[in-house]
């Protein structure tokens, strides 16, 4: 079941995007930012979750933002995550219709990025097959090096 988050789901969100981190493990989180930009996705309405048996197990959080070039507005992403356990239950694909229709709605692009080291492969195959591929990002991680 797919829903706009509330203030009530706050504390969900943000436990559910510890797993997030502890998955892609990039950066040291900065619990009070963190916090203060979830909080902020929730009231402007922009953080979708996705419950299983009253579980919340996935979330996307949307802004809209001009292009560095243009006053013309997208929506991007700030995350997208589903629950290890559960990314065989279709939320993914419910999260992102749920997007794709924000976007016919606006009549604006929504351009989503792949935040992870842990089986980006993976991901990167999901979303190809249900959006448009359009660039690419690459980090180097001199710990890793």
């Known amino acids: 079941m797919l829903s706009i988050a509330t203030n009530d789901d706050l504390a969900e969100v943000c436990d559910l995007l510890r797993v997030m981190h502890d998955e892609n493990g990039i950066g040291r989180v900065n619990e009070e930012k963190a916090l203060g930009v979830i909080s902020s996705h929730i009231e402007e309405g922009g953080c979708i979750i996705s419950r299983s048996n009253g579980d919340l197990v996935g979330s996307v959080g949307i802004y809209q933002d001009t ?11 700030r995350w997208f995550f589903v629950h290890p356990e559960h990314r065989t239950g279709g939320h993914a694909v419910r999260l992102l ?13 929504f351009v989503l990025h792949v935040g992870t080291t842990v089986d980006a492969w993976a991901k990167l195959k999901f979303f190809r097959k249900h959006l448009t591929p359009f660039g690419g990002s690459f980090v180097y991680m001199p710990e890793a090096a």
């Open 67 to 77: 292009w560095w070039y243009s006053d013309e507005k997208a929506f991007f992403d």
């Open 97 to 109: 219709g749920a997007i794709k229709q924000a976007a016919r709605n606006e009549s604006r692009p």
